[in-house]
């Protein structure tokens, strides 16, 4: 299977900015699908913004013009760039990968650990 592990999670004023990291443990082969999702308490997870082995992205609606979604496929990570953050962009932050892997057999479905990010003053 492929382990995604994340980091860059932390405590950030209003306005303030955060990026967030997901390396893959095993080299992606495209076609694949990278997202990241966020789940506040007592809320349902929703999705992000996501980015395609071809770079095409989608964002959703509260975040369209602060966070960037981008890839190092050197790397096989996946990055995340929070700007202008507010207290309701607190949550923990799940990365996503969906696709094939070197050595993995059919397509994969993995989560990451999550990470917290709390805006506050």
């Known amino acids: 299977q492929v382990q995604l592990v994340e980091s860059g999670g932390g405590l950030v004023q209003p306005g303030g900015s955060l990026r967030l990291s997901c390396t893959a443990s095993?080299?992606?082969?495209?076609?694949?699908?990278m997202a990241w999702y966020r789940q506040a308490p007592g809320e349902q997870r929703e999705s992000v913004a996501q980015i395609t082995s071809d770079g095409a992205t989608i964002y959703g609606d509260s975040v369209k013009g602060r966070f960037t979604i981008s890839t190092d496929n050197a790397k096989n990570t996946v990055y995340l760039q929070m700007n202008s953050l507010k207290p309701e962009d607190t949550a923990v932050y799940y990365c996503?990968?969906?696709?094939?892997?070197?050595?993995?057999?059919?397509?994969?479905?993995?989560w990451g650990q999550g990470t917290q990010v709390t805006v506050s003053s």
């Open positions: 996503y990968v969906n696709g094939r892997a070197v050595n993995v057999v059919g397509i994969f479905n993995s």
């Open positions: 095993r080299r992606l082969i495209s076609p694949y699908r």
